[in-house]
T-cell receptor, first 114, second 113 residues
C-alpha cells in the first residue's frame, strides 16, 4: 500500500531544545508537501507546507526543508514546548496521478520531556 | 479548530451492520476527502468529492460509498461491517480541487464488535 505499516519512529527531546523530524517520500513527481501534527484523539492539524520549487520554508518556530535529490523532507521545531508532543506526519501530493489525494508517511511520535 | 465538523464522534456497532458518517466542510470549501486511519495501515485516502461530484478514489472498499450533497456536506456509508473496519475515519476539506492544503475534522471513531 501507499502508506507503509506502522512501526512508529519515536523522538524524545528536552523542553526548550530544537527537534528535527525526518521523512522520506516516495514519488519523485510529487509537487507539494505538507506536515501535519496529530495529537491523541484529534484529527491531523496543518502545520506548514512547501512546494517542490522551494527548498526551505519557515513558519512560526517551524521550518520545513525539502531535498528533492534524495526525496527527503524534514521538519524543524525550535524551542520545543510540552504542547509539541504529538505524532507528526509528512504528506506528499503526487502530481502525476490527476487527483488531489495526499499520501501520508508513517508518522513520528515526538515526546517533549520537561 | 479546523472548521471541519464530523458526527458522530464515536460509533459502536456490530458486524454486518451499516453506518453513516457525516462531515461538514469548512465554510467556502468545495472539496471533501475521506480518510481511514487504522493502527496497521496509517492514514489511507478513501475518496474525494468536489462540488458534488466524485473526483478521485483511493483504497475504498466496494462495501463503502460516499456522496456530497448540494449544501456540500458529505456522508460516508459503510455497510456489511467487519471487525477490520474498526478505525478512525477522518474527513478533510479544501478550497478547491486544485488546492492541496486539506484541513481535517476531529474524526469519527468506529468500533465494530
Amino acid at each position: 500500500g501507499e502508506s507503509v505499516g506502522l512501526h512508529l519512529p519515536t523522538l524524545s527531546v528536552q523542553e526548550g531544545d530544537n527537534s528535527i523530524i525526518n521523512c522520506a517520500y516516495s514519488n519523485s513527481a510529487s509537487d507539494y508537501f505538507i506536515w501535519y501534527k496529530q495529537e491523541s484523539g484529534k484529527g491531523p492539524q496543518f502545520i506548514i507546507d512547501i512546494r517542490s520549487n522551494m527548498d526551505k520554508r519557515q513558519g512560526q518556530r517551524v521550518t520545513v526543508l525539502l531535498n528533492k535529490t534524495v526525496k527527503h523532507l524534514s521538519l524543524q521545531i525550535a524551542a520545543t514546548q510540552p504542547g509539541d508532543s504529538a505524532v507528526y506526519f509528512c504528506a506528499e501530493r503526487p502530481a502525476n496521478q490527476g487527483a488531489q489525494k495526499l499520501v501520508f508517511g508513517q508518522g513520528t511520535r515526538l515526546t517533549i520531556n520537561p | 479548530d479546523s472548521g471541519v465538523t464530523q458526527t458522530p464522534k464515536h460509533l459502536i456497532t456490530a458486524t454486518g451492520q451499516r453506518v453513516t458518517l457525516r462531515c461538514s466542510p469548512r465554510s467556502g470549501d468545495l472539496s471533501v476527502y475521506w480518510y481511514q486511519q487504522s493502527l496497521d495501515q496509517g492514514l489511507q485516502f478513501l475518496i474525494q468529492y468536489y462540488n458534488g461530484e466524485e473526483r478521485a478514489k483511493g483504497n475504498i472498499l466496494e462495501r463503502f460509498s460516499a456522496q456530497q450533497f448540494p449544501d456540500l456536506h458529505s456522508e460516508l456509508n459503510l455497510s456489511s461491517l467487519e471487525l477490520g473496519d474498526s478505525a478512525l475515519y477522518f474527513c478533510a476539506s479544501s478550497l478547491s480541487g486544485l488546492s492541496a492544503t486539506q484541513y481535517f475534522g476531529p474524526g469519527t471513531r468506529l468500533l465494530v464488535l
